[in-house]
């Protein structure tokens, strides 16, 4: 047997173990997908906030006892590796009340299909991001659209709940605040909520009421200025331009009551390291960054100014 037979054969064994009867769509092929989808072990980030994504691509389980939040579904083959980890954390597929997206692309939104399938929650997105599910491709003003309704392709997804810019989402306890960061797609979504701990962690942790350390937690989604080739973020003869707009975003972005942020793409805030230094046990969770979305915000500005400045030489 192949090494992605077995992995194959350990994932469906996971997930039956779960009792997930998950059923995934068929593999997306692109450039970054295998590397995207390298199988990582999902962990807590903190309080009831736990990564169980890829290697590459981010989700994220927002847990309580009235049931869960999931952000993002990666690909469609990311889909039982999300489930595998969900399972592997010690909680069921089933209890996914809600599924939030950030944008309505193949690397973020594909898996969403089948884990919508398995759990019978509801998917959440902006009004863009919901004409993106119902095509099941990019939507026509995406700056992306120009690699092709093909090559932009997702598995489509029914019933659709459309959030506002502020609106609050809630399962339960849980409560998650929808950010309209409109740029990198037209429906563009930041979300971000509080995730709660024991201020004095060990065996004599004080249960709620007890006092709690509660931090701010921030999903980022891409801010970054990446288009079809031709594509004008300055605007042309039929689309006005979107770069007032994406200012707005990244500058919101920047301004959240951020102590860990999230992105879509795990790297693009070196995910893998923070984990690696938890091991070092320093007095500060590497996860914990109050400057962070301050950080990514003035970088991502900084590329759509020079995007800009490149647009208006042509
Ligand atoms: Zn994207």
Redesign the pocket.
Known sequence: MSTHALIALAISLLVSAGQTALRPDAPIKCESCDEWNQPIEGFKVFGNTYYVGTAGLSALLITSAQGHILLDGGLTQSAPLIAANIVKLGFKVEDIKLILNS?A?Y??AAGIAALQRASGATVVSSASGAEGFALGTAVPDDPQIGFGKTENAFPAVKNVRVVKDKEVVTVGPLAVQMHNTAG??PGSTTWTWQSCEPANPGPQAPKPPGPQKCLNMVYAD?ISAVAAPGFRFTGDAKTPSRVEQFRKSITTVGELPCDIMITTHPMATDLAGKLKRRGDKLPVDPFIDPQACRVLAANAMKALEARVVEEQKK
């Open positions: 944008h692309h690397d973020h990198h797609t891409s």
